[in-house]
């Protein structure tokens, strides 16, 4: 497990989850929605106020864009067409729902973020993580969170937990697959506040892990 620079364990504010944005992001079928779910209820018997939302999507125009995404006849979409589809999709979330939710003071937990577009888009894509940083940064109020859990999974691992029908996205093959990994993995070890997971582990393995983690 890597854990670089977390800054989750300032104390001195009260409750050290108060007003923290954390992202769960990994390859398809690292299990990052159930460990999700998982890590809101565990903060929720802490009596920490969360909320939880998944990008794309959450908002009525944000699942608009994601069934646009996710379309699988949607096989001429351009890599360009993604990223700013994708980009779009956040900034609408973030100033209906997790901006609103951060000003409370709550805890706010993502299910994927700009992580996600950097290791599809600017890894596997080919369009460069570095240019997807740069027009985040244009176009993002914020770009990183306070903490960044990368679930990594070996692609044997992930497919065997792909048991249903597949989405656009998730329709690229393996080298695309094997490249989104190495980009979450390559981010994770220059970015600032990313940790990264063994997600190969049961469910429980991995939830504990997380705790420990964000618990500091
Ligand atoms: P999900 O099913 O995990 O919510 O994610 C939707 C799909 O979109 C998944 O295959 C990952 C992909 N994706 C990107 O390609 N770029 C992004 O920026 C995000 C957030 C997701």
């Keep these: 497990m890597v854990n670089r ?18 992202v769960l992001d990994g390859p398809d079928g690292c299990g990052k929605s159930t460990q999700t779910k998982l890590l809101t209820q565990w903060l929720e018997q802490q009596g920490v106020e969360t909320e939880t939302f998944r990008d794309p999507g959450t908002t009525a125009i944000g699942e608009k864009i994601r069934q646009i995404l996710l ?18 999709a956040r900034a609408q979330l973030w100033q209906e729902k997790i901006a609103p939710a951060l000003n409370k003071n709550k805890c706010v937990i993502l299910d994927r973020w700009l992580s996600s577009t ?8 080919g369009f460069g993580i570095e240019k997807v940083i740069n027009i985040a940064q244009d176009c993002l109020e914020r ?22 029908q597949l ?3 998730e329709q690229k093959g393996d080298s695309y697959h094997q490249k989104v990994r190495e ?9 600032k506040n990313f940790a990264v997971v063994d997600a190969t582990k049961d469910i429980e393995t991995v939830h504990r892990k997380i705790v420990e983690l964000i618990s500091g």
């Design 5 to 22: 620079n977390i800054n989750l364990k300032d104390k001195s504010a009260g409750n050290q989850f108060t007003g923290k944005f954390i």
């Design 71 to 88: 379309n699988p006849e949607h096989i001429a979409m351009s890599t360009r067409t993604e990223l700013l589809l994708y980009m779009a």
């Design 118 to 125: 950097c290791a599809y888009q600017g890894y596997a894509g």
């Design 143 to 164: 770009c990183w969170p306070d903490l960044t859990i990368i679930l990594d999974v070996d692609l044997a691992a992930a497919a065997s937990r792909l048991n249903r």
């Design 167 to 169: 989405d656009r996205m």
């Design 183 to 191: 980009g979450f993995l390559q981010l994770a070890g220059k970015q």
